[in-house]
Every structure is written in C-alpha cells, then in structure tokens.
C-alpha cells in the first residue's frame, strides 16, 4: 500500500483543515487507517484510528471532540477533518495503514509522507 497524504497548511487558531490520505491498490478496505504527528523536538503521536470497516473510531484525548476520522473505501481515501484548531496542533501529520480490522494504535506497516499542519496563535 502506498500512501498520499495533503491538505496541511497555515492556520488560524480557531480555524479547520481537512486533510486527506489516498491509497494505491485494491485492499484499501482491508486496512485499518490512522493518523499520527510529530511536532518538532518531540515524539511522534497518534491522533486518530479507523477500522478498515469504518465502523469504529479511536480519538487521542487532545483531539477528541474537535476531529473527525472518516473513510471512502470506494475512493480508497481516508481523512482528517481538524476543527478548532490549536497552535499545540502544529506538527506533521502522517496517515498509516496497517492490514486488519481492529482499532489498533501500533503495529502500522505503511506510511505516508506527512503533511505539516501550521497553526498560528
């Protein structure tokens, strides 16, 4: 699986992006999908996951209630809506896959390049 991430960018605080995360190959279904950043200086973290069947989500405490996971598995597309964003939301943001059906927070085998996220205060 190859991953494409884009729609980072400068924002606001206050402001939103939606991100967004095209798969290559036909199993596109077949994969969990998650989100993770890494601001500078300091480890890379998961932001969000969704089950390759869509129908479950895992938020991080820091986003929850301002982000949105959600999938097309007919566009082999997965996203990130970030609403109400932060400057503590500045990072790069990277989508991953993993193959299963779970709401796993480990085990991703592919990566995407990342997208930086600017949010200014």
């Known amino acids: 699986v190859q991953l494409q991430a884009s729609g980072g960018g400068l924002v606001q605080a206050g402001g939103s992006l939606r991100l967004s995360c095209a798969a290559s190959g036909r199993t596109f279904s077949m994969y969990d999908m998650g989100w993770f950043r890494q601001a500078p200086g300091k480890e890379r973290e998961i932001v969000t996951t969704?089950?390759?069947?869509?129908?479950?989500?895992y938020y991080a405490d820091s986003v929850k209630g301002r982000f949105t996971i959600s999938r097309d598995n007919a566009k082999n597309t997965v996203y990130l809506q970030m609403n109400r964003l932060k400057p503590e939301d500045t990072a790069v943001y990277y989508c991953?896959?993993?193959?299963?059906?779970?709401?796993?927070?480990?085990?991703?085998?592919?990566w995407g390049q990342g997208t930086q996220v600017t949010v200014s205060s």
């Open positions: 991953a896959a993993r193959f299963g059906d779970s709401l796993a927070r480990y085990g991703y085998d592919y």
């Open positions: 969704i089950r390759s069947s869509g129908g479950s989500t």
